[in-house]
Protein backbone atom coordinates (compact mmCIF):
# COMPACT_ATOMS: atom_id res chain seq x y z
CA UNK A 1 0.00 0.00 0.00
CA UNK A 2 1.29 3.41 -0.72
CA UNK A 3 -0.76 5.48 1.25
CA UNK A 4 -2.54 4.48 4.44
CA UNK A 5 -4.51 7.03 6.67
CA UNK A 6 -5.54 6.39 10.03
CA UNK A 7 -8.28 8.29 11.92
CA UNK A 8 -7.36 9.32 15.54
CA UNK A 9 -9.71 11.32 16.46
CA UNK A 10 -12.64 12.81 14.60
CA UNK A 11 -15.27 14.72 16.37
CA UNK A 12 -15.54 18.85 17.36
CA UNK A 13 -14.85 20.61 19.96
CA UNK A 14 -14.65 18.60 23.70
CA UNK A 15 -13.54 15.46 23.84
CA UNK A 16 -15.19 12.97 25.48
CA UNK A 17 -14.44 9.12 26.32
CA UNK A 18 -15.72 7.66 23.06
CA UNK A 19 -15.08 10.45 20.97
CA UNK A 20 -11.62 12.49 20.21
CA UNK A 21 -10.79 15.66 18.89
CA UNK A 22 -9.24 15.57 15.29
CA UNK A 23 -5.62 14.17 14.89
CA UNK A 24 -4.36 11.77 11.78
CA UNK A 25 -1.60 9.88 11.40
CA UNK A 26 -0.60 9.74 7.36
CA UNK A 27 1.87 7.39 5.74
CA UNK A 28 2.33 8.05 2.20
CA UNK A 29 5.11 6.75 -0.24
CA UNK A 30 7.28 5.26 3.20
CA UNK A 31 6.80 8.77 4.64
CA UNK A 32 5.02 9.46 7.82
CA UNK A 33 3.40 12.52 9.29
CA UNK A 34 0.94 13.16 11.81
CA UNK A 35 -1.97 16.10 11.00
CA UNK A 36 -3.28 18.24 13.65
CA UNK A 37 -2.55 17.07 17.37
CA UNK A 38 -5.96 17.69 19.43
CA UNK A 39 -5.79 16.65 23.02
CA UNK A 40 -5.36 12.65 23.95
CA UNK A 41 -3.24 12.00 20.91
CA UNK A 42 -0.68 10.52 21.97
CA UNK A 43 -3.13 7.87 24.27
CA UNK A 44 -4.79 7.39 20.90
CA UNK A 45 -1.09 6.74 19.21
CA UNK A 46 -0.47 3.91 22.06
CA UNK A 47 -4.20 2.60 21.41
CA UNK A 48 -3.11 1.70 17.25
CA UNK A 49 -0.01 0.64 17.75
CA UNK A 50 1.66 3.69 16.03
CA UNK A 51 5.34 4.19 17.42
CA UNK A 52 6.28 7.58 18.39
CA UNK A 53 9.96 7.36 17.10
CA UNK A 54 7.97 7.62 12.98
CA UNK A 55 6.93 11.11 13.54
CA UNK A 56 9.27 13.67 12.34
CA UNK A 57 6.95 16.30 10.81
CA UNK A 58 3.75 17.42 12.56
CA UNK A 59 1.15 19.31 10.45
CA UNK A 60 -1.00 21.81 12.76
CA UNK A 61 -4.06 23.09 10.91
CA UNK A 62 -5.45 25.76 13.36
CA UNK A 63 -4.66 27.28 16.63
CA UNK A 64 -8.33 26.00 17.95
CA UNK A 65 -7.80 23.70 20.93
CA UNK A 66 -9.82 20.96 19.23
CA UNK A 67 -6.33 20.49 16.77
CA UNK A 68 -3.55 21.20 18.67
CA UNK A 69 -3.57 21.03 22.62
CA UNK A 70 -2.56 17.47 22.60
CA UNK A 71 0.94 18.72 21.30
CA UNK A 72 2.45 20.06 24.36
CA UNK A 73 1.96 16.73 25.75
CA UNK A 74 3.57 14.65 22.97
CA UNK A 75 6.25 16.85 22.84
CA UNK A 76 6.98 16.45 26.48
CA UNK A 77 6.63 12.65 26.28
CA UNK A 78 8.82 12.18 23.43
CA UNK A 79 11.37 14.56 25.51
CA UNK A 80 11.12 11.55 28.74
CA UNK A 81 11.34 8.71 25.85
CA UNK A 82 14.83 10.29 25.71
CA UNK A 83 14.19 11.13 21.52
CA UNK A 84 17.09 12.40 20.24
CA UNK A 85 16.00 12.64 16.32
CA UNK A 86 15.06 16.12 15.47
CA UNK A 87 10.86 17.10 15.37
CA UNK A 88 9.53 19.68 12.93
CA UNK A 89 6.16 21.63 13.46
CA UNK A 90 4.45 22.91 10.77
CA UNK A 91 1.36 25.60 12.12
CA UNK A 92 -0.10 29.04 11.74
CA UNK A 93 2.22 32.11 13.58
CA UNK A 94 2.20 31.94 17.00
CA UNK A 95 2.45 28.52 17.45
CA UNK A 96 6.28 28.57 18.55
CA UNK A 97 5.26 30.52 21.15
CA UNK A 98 2.70 29.12 22.85
CA UNK A 99 4.61 26.01 23.16
CA UNK A 100 8.17 27.52 24.02
CA UNK A 101 5.77 29.45 27.00
CA UNK A 102 4.41 26.20 28.18
CA UNK A 103 7.99 24.52 28.02
CA UNK A 104 9.36 27.63 29.71
CA UNK A 105 6.60 27.99 32.98
CA UNK A 106 6.89 24.10 33.61
CA UNK A 107 10.83 24.01 33.01
CA UNK A 108 10.23 20.95 30.61
CA UNK A 109 13.25 21.61 28.56
CA UNK A 110 13.89 19.34 25.68
CA UNK A 111 16.91 17.76 25.05
CA UNK A 112 16.14 16.60 21.03
CA UNK A 113 16.07 19.49 18.21
CA UNK A 114 12.42 20.80 17.95
CA UNK A 115 11.56 23.52 14.86
CA UNK A 116 9.33 25.54 14.34
CA UNK A 117 7.86 26.46 10.81
CA UNK A 118 5.31 28.88 10.99
CA UNK A 119 2.86 29.70 8.25
CA UNK A 120 1.46 33.14 7.18
CA UNK A 121 0.68 33.16 3.93
CA UNK A 122 -2.92 33.11 2.05
CA UNK A 123 -2.03 31.54 -1.09
CA UNK A 124 -1.13 27.95 -1.54
CA UNK A 125 2.70 27.33 -0.57
CA UNK A 126 5.02 24.44 -0.84
CA UNK A 127 5.86 24.12 2.76
CA UNK A 128 7.62 20.64 2.61
CA UNK A 129 9.93 18.60 0.25
CA UNK A 130 11.75 15.85 0.40
CA UNK A 131 12.81 12.87 -1.96
CA UNK A 132 9.56 11.43 -2.21
CA UNK A 133 6.69 13.88 -1.02
CA UNK A 134 5.91 17.22 -1.26
CA UNK A 135 3.13 19.11 1.19
CA UNK A 136 1.52 22.08 0.01
CA UNK A 137 -0.94 23.97 2.45
CA UNK A 138 -4.81 24.60 1.50
CA UNK A 139 -6.14 28.35 2.40
CA UNK A 140 -9.49 27.44 4.33
CA UNK A 141 -11.94 30.19 5.59
CA UNK A 142 -12.61 30.05 9.05
CA UNK A 143 -13.01 31.81 11.99
CA UNK A 144 -8.77 32.54 12.33
CA UNK A 145 -5.76 32.01 10.47
CA UNK A 146 -6.42 27.79 9.11
CA UNK A 147 -4.85 26.12 6.07
CA UNK A 148 -5.12 22.49 5.00
CA UNK A 149 -2.63 20.57 3.98
CA UNK A 150 -2.26 18.62 0.37
CA UNK A 151 0.38 15.58 0.67
CA UNK A 152 1.64 14.57 -2.55
CA UNK A 153 3.69 11.98 -3.76
CA UNK A 154 6.43 13.08 -6.22
CA UNK A 155 6.82 10.64 -9.49
CA UNK A 156 8.15 7.24 -9.40
CA UNK A 157 10.88 5.76 -11.52
CA UNK A 158 10.08 3.80 -14.58
CA UNK A 159 9.67 0.01 -14.06
CA UNK A 160 12.16 -1.88 -15.99
CA UNK A 161 11.17 -4.65 -18.42
CA UNK A 162 13.81 -7.19 -18.26
CA UNK A 163 12.60 -9.22 -20.47
CA UNK A 164 13.21 -6.81 -23.21
CA UNK A 165 16.58 -5.46 -21.83
CA UNK A 166 17.85 -8.84 -22.31
CA UNK A 167 17.37 -8.45 -26.30
CA UNK A 168 20.32 -5.80 -25.70
CA UNK A 169 23.68 -7.26 -24.37
CA UNK A 170 25.13 -3.31 -24.83
CA UNK A 171 22.91 -2.42 -21.75
CA UNK A 172 24.44 -3.19 -18.49
CA UNK A 173 23.41 -2.97 -15.45
CA UNK A 174 24.95 0.70 -14.98
CA UNK A 175 22.53 1.83 -17.47
CA UNK A 176 19.54 0.80 -15.68
CA UNK A 177 19.29 4.36 -13.85
CA UNK A 178 19.22 5.92 -17.02
CA UNK A 179 16.69 4.13 -17.86
CA UNK A 180 14.66 4.22 -15.13
CA UNK A 181 14.75 7.93 -15.43
CA UNK A 182 13.08 7.74 -18.98
CA UNK A 183 15.99 8.22 -21.17
CA UNK A 184 16.37 6.46 -24.57
CA UNK A 185 19.42 3.82 -24.58
CA UNK A 186 22.00 4.85 -27.59
CA UNK A 187 23.67 1.40 -29.32
CA UNK A 188 27.52 1.73 -30.16
CA UNK A 189 26.60 1.90 -33.97
CA UNK A 190 24.42 4.99 -33.12
CA UNK A 191 20.86 3.31 -33.06
CA UNK A 192 18.30 4.55 -30.60
CA UNK A 193 15.99 2.60 -28.63
CA UNK A 194 13.48 4.21 -27.26
CA UNK A 195 13.08 4.20 -23.77
CA UNK A 196 8.89 2.93 -23.61
CA UNK A 197 10.04 -0.11 -25.23
CA UNK A 198 12.45 -0.78 -22.22
CA UNK A 199 10.45 -0.08 -19.36
CA UNK A 200 6.99 0.74 -18.54
CA UNK A 201 4.81 3.50 -16.69
CA UNK A 202 5.46 4.29 -13.39
CA UNK A 203 2.18 3.64 -11.07
CA UNK A 204 0.34 6.74 -10.58
CA UNK A 205 1.11 9.26 -7.87
CA UNK A 206 -0.95 9.41 -5.22
CA UNK A 207 -2.74 12.53 -3.34
CA UNK A 208 -4.42 12.97 0.11
CA UNK A 209 -6.21 16.61 0.99
CA UNK A 210 -6.81 17.01 4.50
CA UNK A 211 -9.51 20.23 4.82
CA UNK A 212 -9.74 20.92 8.40
CA UNK A 213 -12.07 23.50 9.74
CA UNK A 214 -13.71 25.67 6.93
CA UNK A 215 -16.91 27.91 5.66
CA UNK A 216 -17.92 25.92 2.24
CA UNK A 217 -15.04 27.40 -0.19
CA UNK A 218 -15.42 26.96 -3.13
CA UNK A 219 -11.46 28.76 -3.87
CA UNK A 220 -10.23 24.82 -2.56
CA UNK A 221 -11.35 22.95 -5.83
CA UNK A 222 -8.33 23.73 -8.23
CA UNK A 223 -6.31 22.69 -5.50
CA UNK A 224 -7.68 19.27 -4.70
CA UNK A 225 -8.72 18.46 -8.26
CA UNK A 226 -8.73 14.84 -8.90
CA UNK A 227 -6.69 13.89 -5.67
CA UNK A 228 -7.39 10.12 -4.50
CA UNK A 229 -8.47 10.82 -1.04
CA UNK A 230 -10.43 13.92 0.59
CA UNK A 231 -10.92 14.46 4.10
CA UNK A 232 -13.56 17.26 4.37
CA UNK A 233 -14.94 18.60 7.49
CA UNK A 234 -18.90 18.22 8.11
CA UNK A 235 -19.53 19.51 11.52
CA UNK A 236 -23.32 19.96 10.77
CA UNK A 237 -26.05 18.92 8.77
CA UNK A 238 -28.42 20.77 6.78
CA UNK A 239 -30.47 21.49 9.57
CA UNK A 240 -27.74 23.71 11.12
CA UNK A 241 -26.76 25.69 7.82
CA UNK A 242 -27.29 28.85 9.15
CA UNK A 243 -25.17 27.73 12.37
CA UNK A 244 -22.37 26.59 9.94
CA UNK A 245 -22.26 29.63 8.13
CA UNK A 246 -21.94 31.72 11.29
CA UNK A 247 -19.36 29.65 12.89
CA UNK A 248 -17.46 29.17 9.12
CA UNK A 249 -18.21 25.43 9.30
CA UNK A 250 -19.49 23.17 6.48
CA UNK A 251 -22.45 20.83 6.63
CA UNK A 252 -22.36 17.42 4.99
CA UNK A 253 -23.80 18.14 2.01
CA UNK A 254 -21.56 21.03 1.16
CA UNK A 255 -18.54 18.63 2.38
CA UNK A 256 -19.98 16.67 -0.67
CA UNK A 257 -20.20 19.13 -3.37
CA UNK A 258 -16.96 20.21 -2.85
CA UNK A 259 -15.61 16.36 -3.40
CA UNK A 260 -17.82 16.03 -6.54
CA UNK A 261 -16.80 19.46 -8.15
CA UNK A 262 -13.39 18.80 -7.65
CA UNK A 263 -13.97 15.34 -8.89
CA UNK A 264 -11.97 13.25 -6.03
CA UNK A 265 -11.71 9.90 -6.04
CA UNK A 266 -13.15 9.19 -2.53
CA UNK A 267 -14.48 11.02 0.30
CA UNK A 268 -13.88 10.97 4.66
CA UNK A 269 -16.26 12.88 6.21
CA UNK A 270 -15.02 14.15 10.15
CA UNK A 271 -15.27 16.64 12.73
CA UNK A 272 -18.97 15.82 13.51
CA UNK A 273 -21.07 18.23 16.04
CA UNK A 274 -21.48 16.83 19.76
CA UNK A 275 -25.14 17.72 19.05
CA UNK A 276 -25.62 14.85 16.70
CA UNK A 277 -25.87 10.90 18.09
CA UNK A 278 -26.14 9.43 15.06
CA UNK A 279 -23.42 10.30 12.57
CA UNK A 280 -24.80 7.97 9.72
CA UNK A 281 -27.24 10.85 9.12
CA UNK A 282 -23.91 12.80 7.68
CA UNK A 283 -23.56 9.60 5.62
CA UNK A 284 -27.41 9.82 4.19
CA UNK A 285 -26.79 13.55 3.66
CA UNK A 286 -23.78 13.43 1.46
CA UNK A 287 -24.54 10.11 -0.16
CA UNK A 288 -26.66 11.51 -2.82
CA UNK A 289 -24.25 14.13 -3.94
CA UNK A 290 -20.86 12.17 -3.70
CA UNK A 291 -21.57 8.40 -3.73
CA UNK A 292 -18.56 7.22 -2.81
CA UNK A 293 -18.84 8.97 0.21
CA UNK A 294 -17.57 7.04 3.93
CA UNK A 295 -17.31 8.23 7.60
CA UNK A 296 -14.26 8.95 9.73
CA UNK A 297 -14.23 7.03 13.61
CA UNK A 298 -11.44 6.74 15.61
CA UNK A 299 -9.43 3.61 14.65
CA UNK A 300 -10.04 3.42 11.25
CA UNK A 301 -7.85 2.83 8.39
CA UNK A 302 -8.15 3.90 5.24
CA UNK A 303 -5.63 2.43 2.26
CA UNK A 304 -4.99 3.43 -1.03
CA UNK A 305 -3.11 0.90 -3.48
CA UNK A 306 -0.67 2.24 -6.00
CA UNK A 307 -2.18 0.87 -8.52
CA UNK A 308 -5.99 1.21 -9.53
Given amino acids: MSLKLTILGCHSATPRTFAHP ?21 TQLRK ?3 KFSRIKHIFISHLHGDHFYGLIGLISTLSLLNRQTELHIFGPKGIKEIINL ?41 RIYTNGF ?22 EICDYQNLKNGKDFVKENGEIIINNILTSDPPPTLQYAFCSDTAYFEDIIPLIENCDLLYHESTF ?21 IADKANVKKLLLGHYSNRYKN ?11 FTNTELSFEGKEIKIPSKY
Fill in 279 to 289: ENLFLEEAKPI
Fill in 22 to 42: TSQFLEINNRYFLIDCGEGTQ
Fill in 150 to 171: LFKEKPKERSLNIIHIKKYPEI
Fill in 48 to 50: YKI
Fill in 102 to 142: QLKLTKSWIEYPLYFHELTSKKSELIFEDKKVEVFTIPLKH
Fill in 237 to 257: LEDKKDLAKITKHTTAKQAAR
